[in-house]
T-cell receptor, first 114, second 109 residues
Framework: NAGVTQTPKFRILKIGQSMTLQCTQD?????MYWYRQDPGMGLKLIYY???????DKGEVPNGYNVSRSTTEDFPLRLELAAPSQTSVYFC?????????????FGPGTRLTVL | QKEVEQNSGPLSVPEGAIASLNCTYS??????FFWYRQYSGKSPELIMS????GDKEDGRFTAQLNKASQYVSLLIRDSQPSDSATYLC?????????FGTGTSLTVIP
């Protein structure tokens, strides 16, 4: 089992460029999440999905878009990158149930916008 | 705005001592509570979850929840150098997880 995988691991973008961060899970989880973590801070929820075809905004969605066409994949799109989007991005998945809300995190993508 | 606050660190304890980490949350509707450990440069990993008032023990770790006081804590007994990490408190409210900023713990050999 690979769990949650993310690509790329590192990326440097110029201001105004766009990119897609990929996230794939092989645990058949319905719930998937995208977070960003700034230095010395906790995780902030960007977007989440409760199943294929259903997405919703989290705390900090501005500047990002998501889609969920399959259970396995939950890509995060950055349009018109800005220095404020420099951060580490984590994708996570969970299968919500009776006291089973464990989130499994991917290894993260470290993004720098210059 | 839903908030999760953790006691400010960094926290240093000698090897073998008890480390105590605290967390408060603002939304009384929050239904589930978690402690994650994060090593530098790594992703968070779950160490404890707690869903009802009281204590929950797992090995050297004990989580305590008091919903009336909106308070969650984590005790680490017999602290080991390998416990040195940042500990994140997280709260599930509806479908969204909210994280605190983390408490850095250093266990001194």
């Amino acid at each position: 089992n690979a769990g949650v995988t993310q690509t790329p691991k590192f990326r440097i973008l110029k201001i105004g460029q766009s990119m897609t961060l990929q996230c794939t899970q092989d645990m058949n989880h319905n719930y998937m999440y995208w977070y960003r973590q700034d230095p010395g801070m906790g995780l902030k929820l960007i977007y989440y999905s409760v199943g294929a075809g259903i997405t919703d905004k989290g705390e900090v969605p501005n500047g990002y878009n998501v889609s969920r066409s399959t259970t396995e994949d939950f890509p995060l799109r950055l349009e018109l990158a800005a220095p404020s989007q420099t951060s580490v991005y984590f994708c996570a998945s969970t299968d919500r149930g009776d006291e089973t809300d464990t989130q499994y995190f991917g290894p993260g993508t470290r993004l720098t916008v210059l | 705005q839903k908030e999760v606050e953790q006691n400010s660190g960094p926290l240093s304890v000698p090897e073998g001592a008890i480390a105590s980490l605290n967390c408060t949350y603002s939304d009384r509707g929050s239904q589930s509570f978690f402690w994650y450990r994060q090593y530098s440069g790594k992703s968070p990993e779950l160490i404890m979850s707690i869903y009802s008032n009281g204590d929950k023990e797992d090995g050297r770790f004990t989580a305590q929840l008091n919903k009336a006081s909106q308070y969650v804590s984590l005790l680490i007994r017999d602290s080991q150098p390998s416990d040195s990490a940042t500990y994140l408190c997280a709260v599930l409210t509806g479908n969204q997880f909210y994280f605190g900023t983390g408490t850095s713990l250093t266990v001194i050999p």
